[in-house]
């Protein structure tokens, strides 16, 4: 529902149509709001603003009782998420050897903060108590895979595995 | 209904021929799954295809034994039925030369053998006696791991429908009196005697009823209500279309966690095909009554297995519990009169209506009857599910399920009923578990989840796991558990930390108190359990933390100090290049010696050296 800024008509994707798709099919249908956001999530891998805004409009449910949902569970996500997540650890063992190193060259091959996801989607970035590697500190998990004594230099290496 | 009755009768004989062919079986549950079955499964089609072997090929769910995944049966006509543990891809061609071309079982492979009218074979377990199964008894589980959990045939050949049908023809108020007279309790932890509940909602007016199934399971470490979805749908569906006949509902919800994709997919798919075969939907068995079921899949929160947050979950708001009365079975879902239940409670409900309410209550004690589903976790050499007589003690589930501690250790705790249950320790062995020994010994029945702590636990820090756990998924509408919890796991972290007080333990005794007596719901009136239990049982290993700054289990970081024993390090140096921080130093050959001051407590080195020579304390 994005407005072409050279003609001032509004633009609508794939997903957008899909999501009218959707909120076709609950309506008049008694507590969809949940199940509408999580077929919404799977449509746009996240919650945008412009849907919440039409699954207000359409549900006659006000934007503030929406967020409210939203952010009560944990499965919603207001921000796109990466394909592959990375979480560095911030441990004790991980933070004397270098681990904050580590994170600041992840950030800059990245380009995002703590938190943060690349423009493509590729990547989402987070730091983490401990993942339980001390003896392999300063270390990374990306998805389920574990990679261990780290030095910065090497990290484009590693990121070159993730699609 | 003659329609059922014929169907059963031709369904029977397809099932006994099914049985009288050679077949192997995988077990993909959940936990055979995530184990590799799906690739066993590959491999046993494409070696029975390439060897053009005339055998059926076939699944079931959770047989129970989940520290033997992935698990596979080999059924020859004639012969007693093996089930083989730890069989991954590699091992395939073997087991199928030697047991289904050569009739010959792998004996160290075979985990247990189910005989039937076959001679059973020398040297392998006969299910009913082996060392897992001697003390459980199998009714709400009898189909898991028998049965292929996605075929309606097989539940319909093994009993199943034969609940509503009868019900159908039983007048309601005599279905709810059967359901009393088992003495049936809640099994998602409260313990509400659920003929009294559905009385309850019988008794309420509204032009409306539901039927609400709770399989919300969260607890860490409970998976029972997981494996009966996935390993028997439709005795779930079942029990829900029965109660419903008994209160006049003809709405069913399935409130189903999302993490729990495989459930969520055969229930549909149990429900799509018990609609085709009009044993649900429309005028059921040609008897005027209808009843339809859906599935809700929950958002991540675990206080929606709280019954009223849950209710407020499927209406689509925020997952906060509602302050009772109304109780649901006045004002549930939309405000209409509500049997809201647990999976495995109504999976309990078609047998009993099969069997009588009798027949059930013959089992377990005098005020807790029937079987519960455990699953047993920890330190334990044999994890898994399990279904036992109330009654049974905990150390019969230990010692003889369980197989006993692992490696050799000895038991200190075992935490029942999850974030809200407590700690028992070694005298608590021979307490009878029924939900009223369990609640005068501090803990509770909880959903069923056991979770077994050894020696290298330490208790302070098992409060302090379940405090963040609870205070994570605290929803914040009420104080006492928003605040409260916030506290206690505060003043636990202090302690971990080694920067306890002696006044800390009579504080959180009050708070604990406080909260128990004035949180809003189940979640927060049990949060304190596991601080309560801990301080009644090992109040030793708080005061050893508080007042000589020691962790007497080496566990908290804070507290350690490691050190090499002079006498025997021998100066290989491999703690050495182990340690992340460079805290270890010495010569080659020479005793090392571990600089306090650099130590990150991380715990590396002393896994490495062979000689034992790094200690803890």
Not at chain 1, 59 to 81: A, M, N, W
Not at chain 2, 449 to 458: K, N, P, R
Request: hydrophobic share 35%.
């Amino acid at each position: 529902m994005a407005v072409c800024k050279c003609t001032g008509k509004e633009v609508r994707s794939p997903q957008d149509e899909q999501l009218s798709e959707l909120l076709d099919h609950y309506r008049g249908y008694e507590g969809a709001l949940i199940p509408v956001l999580q077929g919404a999530q799977d449509i746009y891998g996240y919650l945008p603003e412009e849907a919440l805004e039409k699954i207000s409009q359409e549900l006659k449910i006000p934007s503030s009782e929406v967020f409210g949902v939203v952010t009560f569970y944990s499965q919603f996500h207001l921000k796109p998420r990466g394909r592959n997540i990375i979480r560095v650890c911030l441990g004790t063992a991980c933070h004397v050897l270098g681990g904050a190193r580590i994170f600041n060259r992840l950030k800059e091959i990245l380009g995002v903060e703590n938190g943060g996801t690349t423009e493509d989607l590729r990547f989402t970035l987070e730091s983490v108590a401990c993942i339980g590697a001390c003896g392999l500190a300063p270390c990374i998990m990306i998805n389920e895979d574990t990679h261990g004594r780290l030095i910065p230099d090497g990290l484009d290496k590693i990121l070159e595995q993730y699609e | 209904m003659s329609n059922l009755k014929t169907m059963r009768s031709k369904i029977e004989e397809q099932y006994k021929q099914k049985l009288n062919r050679p077949r192997i079986v995988v077990g993909l549950g959940t936990c055979g799954i995530a184990a590799g079955g799906n690739k066993v499964m590959e491999a046993i089609k494409g070696e029975v295809a390439n060897r053009g072997l005339d055998v059926d090929v076939d699944f079931t769910s959770c047989i129970g034994m989940c520290y033997a995944e992935p698990a596979v049966e080999i059924a020859l006509p004639g012969s007693a039925s093996v089930v083989y543990g730890g069989i991954y891809p590699d091992k395939v061609p073997m087991l199928i030369d030697s047991h289904v071309v050569g009739k010959k079982p792998v004996m160290d492979l075979a985990a247990i053998q189910i005989p039937g009218d076959a001679t059973p074979y020398k040297g392998i377990a006969v299910m009913e006696k082996s060392g897992y199964y001697a003390k459980q008894v199998r009714s709400v589980t009898s189909r898991l791991g028998r049965t292929n959990p996605e075929s309606i045939e097989d539940y319909i050949a093994t009993g199943g429908y034969a609940g509503i049908e009868k019900a159908l023809t039983t007048d309601r108020q005599d279905i709810i009196n059967e359901v009393k007279q088992s003495g049936l309790r809640g099994r998602g932890g409260g313990g509400f005697p659920t003929g009294n509940k559905w009385q309850f909602v019988h008794d309420a007016v509204g032009d409306k009823k539901y039927i609400v199934c709770n399989a919300d399971e969260g607890d860490p470490g409970a998976f029972m209500d997981r494996s009966v979805l996935e390993g028997d749908p439709h005795a779930v569906l079942e029990g829900m279309m029965i109660a419903g006949y008994a209160i006049g509902a003809d709405e069913g919800v399935i409130y189903c966690r999302a993490e729990y994709p495989l459930a969520i997919r055969r229930l549909n798919l149990a429900i799509e095909v018990a609609e085709k075969m009009g044993l649900m939907g429309k005028n059921i068995m040609g008897s005027g009554f209808n009843f339809k079921i859906r599935i809700k899949a929950g958002a991540g929160a675990f206080v929606c297995g709280e019954e009223t947050a849950l209710l407020n979950s499927i209406e689509g708001q925020r997952g906060m519990p509602r302050v009772r009365p109304p109780f649901p079975a006045h004002k549930g879902l939309w405000q209409k009169p509500t049997c809201l239940n647990n999976v495995e409670t109504f999976a309990n409900v078609p047998f009993i209506i099969r069997n009588g309410g009798e027949w059930y209550a013959a089992m377990g004690t005098e005020k807790s009857k029937g079987s519960k589903v455990f699953c047993l976790t920890g330190k334990i050499n044999h994890t898994g599910l399990c279904e036992v007589p109330m009654g049974i003690t905990m150390g019969e589930i230990l010692n003889e399920i369980a197989g006993g501690i692992k490696d050799g250790k000895k038991f200190k705790a075992v935490q029942s009923g999850g974030p809200s249950g407590g700690c028992l320790p070694t005298e608590k062995l021979d307490l009878p578990i029924d939900y009223d020994s369990l609640i005068g010994a501090g803990a509770m029945m909880g959903s069923g989840g056991l979770v077994f702590m050894d020696e290298t636990t330490c208790m302070v820090d098992v409060a302090r796991f379940f405090l963040n756990f609870t205070q994570l998924e605290s929803c914040g509408k009420c104080t006492p558990c928003r605040e409260g919890t916030k506290r206690l796991l505060e003043t636990l972290i202090r302690i971990t930390e080694g920067n306890g007080t002696p006044e800390d333990i009579p504080n959180m005794e009050r708070l604990a108190k406080v909260i128990k007596s004035s949180a809003l719901c189940a979640l927060g009136q049990t949060a304190p359990n596991p601080v309560l239990t801990t301080l009644r049982y090992f109040r030793n290993e708080y005061e050893a933390h508080i007042n000589d700054k020691k962790c007497p289990a080496g566990v908290c970081p804070a507290l350690l100090s490691f050190a090499i024993l002079k006498d025997k390090c021998i100066g290989c140096g491999v703690c050495l290049k182990a340690c992340p921080v460079g805290a270890i130093s010495g010569e080659k050959k020479a005793a090392h010696s571990i600089d306090a001051s650099k130590c990150v407590k991380c715990g590396a080195c002393a896994p490495k050296c062979k000689f034992e020579a790094i200690v803890k304390a």
